[in-house]
């Protein structure tokens, strides 16, 4: 149930009948409403379309690949996207995040894990819309460090020796996590559990390309690697 009192509005876009199948029956189950697409150019449409609270999208896709579907999708909508990658495929899940989609799951997934990963998504889609314009900027929001950076975390605004940093938002969120352990050496599990909110499962090797990228737009020195550990930032 949402804040509303209807249930949640499921879309499911996978061409794997028996995977689609499942998923629709244990959503079904847990009391939310599905909708199912087979291909991307119908799964697009239908999202546009369908007024959903949340979009199931696999990425190997006929007509249009999942990637393809979330970029187009994104010119227009908001809607929470976790997608199903393939094992091992980190550049889709990097591609995937950086375009917009809130979270992945690997192939082949626990059922429970999804269930779980739709759950935190819908809550935070709440409370995101129920702070929504109540906030009052506070000198809280301000985060800063001896190398230079300066982030605020009400407006996003990053900044490196005064100049502005354009981070997109996973980059954003795991600086901000290493921003407020200053001094505390953090490793790989413990970032992505608290950037992504719950256990992550093998896929360490993630973090280190945000970092990189986050490096790549600051400077090398300002993420230590803290060798044996993981990242601090000083
Ligand atoms: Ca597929």
Request: proline share 2%; net charge negative; glycine share 8%.
């Amino acid at each position: 149930m949402n804040t509303n009192g209807t249930s949640s509005k499921i879309l499911i876009i996978e061409d794997e009948e028996k995977i689609s199948r499942f998923v629709e029956l244990e959503l079904r189950h847990e009391g939310y409403e599905t909708g199912k697409a087979a291909d991307g150019r119908s799964g697009l449409e239908e999202a546009l379309a369908g007024d959903y609270d949340l979009v199931i999208l696999d990425i190997m896709l006929p007509e249009l690949s999942g990637i393809e579907v979330l970029r187009r999708l994104r010119r227009e909508s908001a809607v929470p996207v976790i997608l199903l990658t393939a094992r091992d495929s980190v550049t889709d899940k990097v591609t995937g995040l950086d375009m917009g989609a809130n979270d992945y799951i690997t192939k082949p997934f626990a059922i429970e894990e999804l269930l779980a990963r739709i759950r935190v998504i819908l809550r935070n889609a709440e409370s995101a819309q129920a702070a929504h314009g109540g906030a009052e900027p506070s000198s809280d929001a301000i985060l800063s460090s001896p190398s230079g950076i300066e982030m605020n975390t009400d407006s996003h605004a990053v900044s490196y020796k005064g100049k502005a940093v354009e981070l997109t938002n996973r980059e954003f969120i795991l600086l901000k996590i290493l921003m407020e352990n200053r001094g505390v050496a953090m490793t790989r599990e413990r970032l992505l559990s608290e950037a992504w909110g719950y256990d992550y499962y093998g896929e360490t090797n993630i973090i280190d390309v945000y970092v990189r990228y986050i490096r790549q737009k600051t400077a090398d020195d300002v993420i230590r690697t803290i060798r044996g550990v993981g990242y601090m930032i000083e």
